[in-house]
């Protein structure tokens, strides 16, 4: 059973346009979230977090906001580049399981 | 700084073979995490070595084993190979208890025909 569920497999956007990536959890003791991103050939590199205590954070073009009762998160990318074409992985962890459960990405393609 | 580095780059077995996959942290960093990413699923953890101990164990078979060693290098082994380990195995290192700061290797091709 998936705790940490990425339900788009793939994501087209224009350069210049907001990217939008989805991640819904079911475990309601994560309260810690992660966004990495994968290059091919790549390992996971961290992109952003947010803590449960906090319903957004920001980084730069990199958004993550978070909706505790709706158990959702997601990543805005804005203006969206052609280097951020990559795979994208949502990741929930706990105080009490230490390792991170982590979705199965989302791959953003970015036209220029 | 040298980040994680994971050795075979890519590694072909047949069935019932044993592999063995190794992984250097990042210095300074004691803690070493292995994930296995099958085709079209996420990273599925594996195991979590702190200290030259297990620290945790996904919901794996004993098939799959490991060890970490004192200079905090980390060894995977996978015994009586299947079909289905066919994946991407990756290998992660952090500070101590910083489990939420995790970088991340390039990963081991293992092919299993």
């Known amino acids: 059973d998936q705790q940490v569920k990425q339900n788009s497999p793939s994501l087209s956007v224009q350069e210049g346009r907001i990217s939008i990536l989805n991640c819904d959890y079911t475990?309601?003791?994560?309260?810690?979230f992660l966004w990495y991103k994968k290059y091919p050939a790549e390992g996971p590199t961290f992109l952003i977090s947010?803590?449960?205590?906090?319903d957004k954070n920001e980084d730069g073009r990199f958004t993550v906001f978070l909706n505790k009762s709706a158990k959702h998160l997601s990543l805005h990318i804005v203006p969206s580049q052609p280097g951020d074409s990559a795979v994208y992985f949502c990741?929930?962890?706990?105080?009490?399981?230490?390792?991170?459960?982590f979705g199965r990405g989302t791959s953003l393609i970015v036209h220029p | 700084e040298a980040g994680v580095t994971q050795s075979p780059t890519h590694l072909i077995k047949t069935r019932g073979q044993q592999a063995t996959l190794r992984c250097s942290p990042i210095s300074g960093h004691t803690s070493v995490y292995w994930y296995q990413q099958a085709l079209g699923l996420g990273l599925q953890f594996l195991l979590w070595?702190?200290?030259?101990?297990?620290?945790n164990r996904g919901n794996f078979p004993p098939r799959f084993s490991g060890r970490q060693f004192p200079n905090y290098s980390s060894e995977l082994n996978v015994n009586a190979l299947e079909l289905e380990d066919s994946a991407l195995y990756l290998c992660a290192s952090s500070r101590q208890g910083a489990y939420n700061e995790q970088f991340f290797g390039p990963g081991t091709r293992l092919t299993v025909l």
């Open positions: 947010i803590s449960s205590i906090k």
């Open positions: 990741a929930a962890a706990s105080g009490g399981s230490y390792i991170p459960t």
């Open positions: 475990n309601s003791m994560f309260d810690y």
């Open positions: 070595y702190d200290e030259g101990e297990e620290r």
